[in-house]
């Protein structure tokens, strides 16, 4: 059993700035890839950011430049720190997790959370 659980969403001008957080917890012996998506009303989930295991990071071109995902491996957290934001962004946003949930096995499975309201206002 994981659980993922982000925070930091909120309501924010454009231009303004918010750092979502997604802490995952349960049975964790490894976490691969972790991501942000999202998801606007009427809208298919989308791709923001993704940040590997090495820290590789792949964005999406509308967040690009914008958009820092980061990841503390001690505390099995994703970081999203959004800045300049705009009232496109504005989406409840997931993480994702690829985890590896026992250590005798490389079985991978991937978690969601149940999401942060992101409003940015014009």
């Known amino acids: 059993q994981v659980q993922l659980v982000e925070s930091g969403g909120g309501l924010v001008q454009a231009g303004g700035s918010l750092r979502l957080s997604c802490a995952a917890s349960g049975r964790i012996f490894s976490i691969n890839t972790m991501g942000w998506y999202r998801q606007a009303p009427g809208k298919q989930r989308e791709l923001v950011a993704t940040i590997t295991s090495g820290e590789n990071t792949n964005y999406a071109d509308s967040v690009k430049g914008r958009f820092t995902i980061s990841r503390d491996n001690a505390k099995n957290t994703v970081y999203l720190q959004m800045n300049s934001l705009k009232p496109e962004d504005t989406a409840v946003y997931y993480c994702?997790?690829?985890?590896?949930?026992?250590?005798?096995?490389?079985?991978?499975?991937?978690?969601w959370g149940q999401g942060t309201q992101v409003t940015v206002s014009s």
């Open positions: 994702n997790a690829d985890v590896q949930t026992s250590v005798l096995r490389y079985r991978v499975t991937t978690y």
